[in-house]
């Protein structure tokens, strides 16, 4: 399989100040030496609590906000140095689906000026294609013509989403970050935006990293699965092994909260307790030892690797 992305090694530490002066007072952890490749026509889920950098990792790989250090991999070009032109271009590329319809739409312009924005920014003038572009992606998204012709407040959230996404794929990207894209939707309605992500996947060839809290979700729609905590990747793997074969105790409890879901047979609950640490005072050792109900003495003190245990399966624990 190809990669679309390879991110090595990347930090995002924010510096705190004090109000005055500007001294450090201290940084906030969001992400630590996260290292992870994305292939080529994959969705995959990003999983963790919230807290755990999910977002800004979606953020850094948009290019969207620019890490401590690392490298981000795009088609074997580092983002993280491209120039004006390169940026624009990547833009056109590498797409982001918000979690909130209702706040990410303009409410000022109608749908047909929502979509035909992303044209205008990135310089293209010709109309006819626009229309037809509009037109194509409306009927794509499940929306009708003459929606294009309304204002975002006369719409559903679901139907809002819909828009979101027209918006999204509208210069034909190679690669989407939906971040939390049916949270803020009934579930009822969740369903039918995560199977349409999964239609537009197919049809348009695309790339995703599909960020959720909900395990439920992440299965249906994924083909490879992360876990993230507290800025760090703890296990990964693709879809089958992970829920058949997953290893870590964070990961176990992530599973055993959502009890249906899980195809290993007779397998024991696991239990946290006690909130995710401060992103800013993370544990020295592995860092989920306060929670982890199996940490033993090294683990307060090492701090674990992830390490490839199966081919494509790689966990952070020293058990
Ligand atoms: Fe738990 Fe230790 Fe494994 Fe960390 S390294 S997950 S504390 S057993």
Same mark, same amino acid.
């Given at each position: 399989?190809?990669?679309?992305?390879?991110? $090595? @090694?990347?930090? &995002?530490?924010?510096r705190?100040?004090d =109000?005055?002066?500007g001294n /450090?007072? %201290?940084y906030?952890?969001?992400?630590?030496n996260?290292?992870i490749?994305?292939? $080529? @026509?994959?969705i &995959?889920?990003?999983?963790?609590?919230? =807290?755990?950098g999910?977002? /800004?990792? %979606?953020n850094c790989i948009?290019n969207l906000?620019?890490?401590?250090s690392g490298e981000?991999?795009?088609?074997?070009?580092?983002?993280?140095?491209?120039?004006r032109?390169?940026?624009k271009?990547?833009?056109?590329k590498a797409?982001?689906?918000?979690?909130?319809p209702y706040?990410?739409?303009d409410?000022?312009m109608k749908i047909y000026?929502?979509?035909?924005?992303?044209f205008i920014?990135?310089?293209?003038?010709?109309?006819?294609l626009?229309?037809?572009?509009?037109?194509?992606?409306?009927s794509?998204t499940?929306?009708?013509?003459?929606?294009?012709?309304r204002?975002?407040?006369?719409?559903?959230?679901?139907?809002?989403?819909?828009?979101?996404?027209?918006?999204?794929?509208?210069?034909?990207?190679?690669?989407?970050?939906a971040?939390?894209p049916?949270?803020?939707?009934?579930?009822?309605?969740q369903?039918?935006i995560?199977?349409?992500?999964?239609?537009?996947?197919k049809?348009?060839?695309?790339?995703?990293?599909f960020?959720?809290h909900?395990?439920?979700?992440?299965?249906?729609?994924?083909d490879?699965i992360?876990?993230?905590?507290l800025?760090?990747i703890?296990?990964?793997?693709?879809?089958?092994?992970?829920?058949?074969?997953?290893?870590?105790?964070?990961?176990?409890?992530?599973?055993?909260?959502?009890?249906?879901?899980?195809e290993?047979k007779?397998?024991?609950r696991?239990?946290?307790?006690?909130?995710?640490?401060?992103?800013?005072?993370?544990?020295e050792?592995?860092k989920?030892?306060?929670?982890c109900?199996?940490?033993?003495?090294?683990?307060?003190?090492?701090?674990?690797?992830?390490?490839?245990?199966t081919p494509e399966?790689?966990?952070?624990?020293?058990?």
């Amino acid at each position: 399989m190809k990669k679309l992305f390879e991110v $090595k @090694n990347l930090n &995002m530490h924010y510096r705190i100040t004090d =109000g005055i002066l500007g001294n /450090t007072k %201290g940084y906030i952890y969001a992400l630590n030496n996260v290292s992870i490749d994305i292939y $080529k @026509n994959e969705i &995959m889920g990003l999983v963790g609590e919230s =807290g755990s950098g999910k977002s /800004t990792f %979606g953020n850094c790989i948009l290019n969207l906000i620019m890490p401590t250090s690392g490298e981000i991999l795009f088609n074997g070009k580092n983002i993280l140095t491209f120039k004006r032109k390169q940026l624009k271009d990547f833009r056109k590329k590498a797409r982001l689906i918000f979690q909130n319809p209702y706040m990410s739409l303009d409410p000022r312009m109608k749908i047909y000026n929502i979509l035909e924005e992303p044209f205008i920014i990135h310089g293209i003038k010709d109309k006819k294609l626009i229309k037809e572009k509009i037109y194509e992606i409306i009927s794509l998204t499940g929306l009708n013509n003459d929606d294009i012709y309304r204002y975002p407040h006369e719409f559903s959230g679901g139907q809002r989403q819909r828009i979101a996404i027209a918006r999204a794929i509208i210069l034909n990207p190679e690669f989407i970050v939906a971040d939390e894209p049916v949270s803020a939707l009934d579930v009822s309605i969740q369903a039918q935006i995560v199977n349409l992500l999964i239609d537009l996947k197919k049809h348009l060839n695309l790339t995703m990293l599909f960020i959720s809290h909900d395990l439920s979700i992440v299965k249906y729609i994924s083909d490879r699965i992360a876990v993230m905590y507290l800025g760090e990747i703890v296990e990964t793997a693709k879809k089958e092994d992970f829920f058949n074969n997953y290893k870590h105790p964070y990961t176990q409890a992530l599973l055993s909260a959502v009890p249906v879901i899980s195809e290993k047979k007779n397998k024991s609950r696991t239990v946290i307790s006690g909130e995710i640490p401060s992103v800013q005072n993370p544990p020295e050792g592995c860092k989920f030892h306060k929670r982890c109900p199996f940490a033993f003495e090294r683990c307060k003190k090492e701090h674990p690797e992830l390490k490839e245990i199966t081919p494509e399966h790689k966990v952070r624990c020293f058990l």
